[in-house]
């Protein structure tokens, strides 16, 4: 293998190529400057100066299942890295990430500088630039590959944000220079194709992974390229290419689609990706994260004649509410010793998944020794069954001996729901004929018996007629998540109303993203209390003057629950030295859907008081609520002092006759004006 050359020896040197590859022979070896590492993978930054904050990955252990892809590079420049770097575009303009370098990565760009170099901090490494108003921090870490769920891939994010006042338009692009331990120019492999030349993803064509080996039969390593997965950031586009290509052009170039992986300018196979965030707006005091994975990939392998791979997400999770697809990835290699004759390869699954479109067997014909061939599937949950579930994949040749390889894939169950509602059995009555409590308390404790977390969880109260909130509150309360074997505790306050009365149910309905609903009952004994006739409001100070003239006083009259209501004839006395009626006007008692019902009394005043107000609901249903204005009396001041205001014993017809009334009276205390 030819290692990259530094951009002036590149185009420049005498230096033989056999020297020259002897010289960079240790590179993939050598210890790094800095670098984190954990039983599987190691990153490495560049500490600089030159090409400061450029990085690398390569095994430690690696696969725990395989030795042969121990202590072995991911990405080129384990010594010193510099051929993958990162660029920002500001506002059009191309800014390579770190420090100065004159070497071919990058060359000829404008560098960002760093305003804090690469520091490791536990398992994380960090690096910041600034260029005017955009703050650049790049950080490395560990990370759970979805199809190990072991932390062997490298997290590798860059966080942007604009410090200024002005709107600014960013862009970014990852350039990672691949590498399986020696061999520098091994196919890629994303969904249903192996990658040999020059390609493009974009939108529905981005893979949700790819992958990279030099062979399923004997493979030294495997990586992988994660694009999506929870806290992933996919872009929007995805190029595989020449390094020496993405080397000579920090942004855009004319891509040469369909050329073979041959190094630009010189003569070896040579891989990289380039991923790829177009340029998007950024606000003042906005940030904008983006974020993608790359080490070790998850491939169950089954060497033979005809040598198997299957790859697909180690873990995945039912929800009832939405079918969430995944990608399985069959790869089948001839490694016999010559053609393969009628070969097909076929996906099979075990109950509680199912194929989503497509058939699961694969037509693949024809295939020559050294040749591999690909499929991919994809596959949902369907929650008959969760759990570790296995998938399987199968080979038949016309004229090979069969072959099959398994995999297992955790599916969690989705959240599970279960409610608990309290409230008081039985509400009191007090001796002046209230409820005690009142208002009362319903709890609701929401819990999760799932494997998945319970996110963005919704608890709906219904409350009958007869009860209602005591406060503005909605019915509605949201909580962000419920993990799993935890519960949320969630509290409403609630009056009764007086009408209806008796059991009366509260219902309470769950929902969290992914789970099936869950809801709970219980009910509260309301008993029937007293009628009331009262004076509203029952007392209220006035002053004798309200700019400049008397003041006005209304008292309302109410029934309070009015059951089966048809109808009142009602006397009220006052002190008619303190106050004098001005008119009295009827309540809602007596109107039926905005029509006046008669017969209708205003009363009669005489001697403080005024008698026989009120009238019959006659040619209208008796009327039930909670409360009901019967009729209100206007009163003008005439003088300081109190005036009791007084219900006279009262007639208050039911449909069914006359009703037992409480009569609650009032009074209105009036000021002398200063």
């Known amino acids: 293998m030819v290692s990259r050359l530094h951009h002036t020896i590149a185009f420049a040197t005498l230096i033989p190529l056999a020297l020259i590859s002897v010289c960079f022979a240790g590179d993939a070896q050598a210890p790094g400057k800095l670098a984190i590492e954990n039983e599987f993978i190691r990153i490495r930054a560049n500490a600089g100066p030159a090409e400061a904050g450029r990085f690398a990955v390569d095994t430690t252990g690696g696969d725990p299942s395989r030795t042969a892809d121990d202590d072995k590079v991911l990405i080129y420049g384990s010594r010193e890295p510099w051929t993958s770097y990162t660029t ?14 004159d070497r071919r990565a990058g060359h000829g760009a404008t560098m960002t ?24 921090t790049q950080e490395l870490t560990f990370a759970r590959s979805p199809t190990t769920r072991v932390k062997d891939a490298a997290l590798i994010s860059y966080r942007i944000a604009n410090r200024g006042s002005a709107p600014h338009t960013i862009g970014l692009r990852v350039v990672l220079d691949t590498m399986l331990g020696s061999n520098d120019g091994a196919p890629l492999r994303a969904a249903g194709r192996a990658i040999s030349t020059a390609t493009q993803l974009a939108g529905a064509d981005l893979p949700d992974y790819w992958q990279a080996f030099d062979s399923l039969a004997q493979p030294a390593v495997i990586s992988q390229g994660t694009i999506r997965a929870p806290g992933l950031t996919p872009p929007d586009r995805l190029e595989m290419v020449d390094w020496g290509t993405l080397a000579d052009s920090p942004w855009e170039f004319t891509f040469p689609t369909g050329a073979d992986f041959t190094r630009k300018g010189e003569d070896v196979q040579d891989t990289a990706v380039a991923l790829y965030w177009n340029p998007a707006p950024l606000a003042p005091g906005q940030s904008r994260t983006y974020a993608t994975m790359y080490g070790v990939g998850g491939v169950s392998l089954s060497p033979a004649q005809l040598a198997l791979g299957l790859t697909a997400p180690a873990e995945v999770d039912f929800q009832y509410d939405e079918e969430k697809p995944f990608s399985v990835v069959g790869y089948l290699e001839n490694s016999g010793g010559f053609a393969s004759r009628g070969t097909k390869l076929a996906l099979e699954l075990s109950e509680g998944l199912k194929l989503v479109g497509g058939p699961a067997a694969v037509d693949i014909g024809l295939l020559q020794p050294g040749q591999t061939k690909q499929a991919v599937w994809r596959v949902a949950p369907t929650g008959k069954a969760t759990g570790t579930l296995r998938i399987a994949a199968a080979a038949t040749s016309e004229n090979l001996e069969p072959n099959r390889v398994t995999r297992d894939i955790i599916v969690n169950s989705p959240p599970q729901l279960s409610v608990k509602l309290t409230a008081p059995a039985r509400l009191g009555v007090t ?19 799932g494997a998945q977390v319970g996110r963005s969880l919704v608890a709906a109260l219904t409350l009958p007629e007869g009860l209602a909130l ?35 149910p509260i219902t309470l309905k769950a929902t969290a993203a992914g789970a099936k609903p869950a809801s709970d009952r219980c009910v509260v004994a309301v ?27 209304p008292v309302a009259v109410k029934l309070v629950p009015a059951r089966d209501f048809a109808g009142a004839r009602i006397s009220l006395r006052y002190d008619p030295a303190v106050v004098e009626p ?26 403080g008081m005024i008698a026989e107000i009120g009238g019959e609901r006659t040619g209208a249903p008796a009327l039930n609520a909670a409360e009901v204005t019967l009729f209100t009396v206007v009163f003008m001041v005439k003088q300081a002092g109190e005036t009791a205001i007084t219900l006279e014993p009262s007639a208050v017809m039911s449909a069914s006759g006359a009703s037992d009334l409480r009569i609650v009276n009032g009074k209105v205390s009036v000021q002398q004006a200063e």
């Open 113 to 136: 500088g760093l305003t804090a170099p690469p520091k490791a901090s536990g398992d994380r490494m960090q690096a910041t630039a600034r260029v005017a108003d955009i703050e650049i």
């Open 527 to 553: 008993p029937r209390l007293t009628p009331e006739l009262r004076v509203h409001p029952a007392a209220q100070s006035v002053p004798m003057l309200t700019d400049g003239q008397p003041t006005m006083v």
């Open 582 to 607: 001005l008119y009295v006007s009827r309540g809602e008692g007596f109107v039926d859907a905005g029509r006046l019902l008669s017969p209708w009394s205003g009363g009669r005043n005489s001697d």
């Open 431 to 449: 001796a002046d004929n209230r409820y005690s409590p009142n208002p009362f308390q319903v709890r609701a404790e929401i819990a999760n018996r």
């Open 470 to 504: 005591a406060d503005d509150a909605d019915a509605t309360r949201l909580a962000e998540r419920v993990d799993p074997g935890k519960s949320v505790t969630l509290s409403w306050s609630v009056r009764a109303v007086g009408l209806p009365t008796g059991d009366l």
């Open 88 to 101: 920002v575009v500001l506002d059009g303009t191309p800014y390579v990430f770190g420090g100065p370098s």
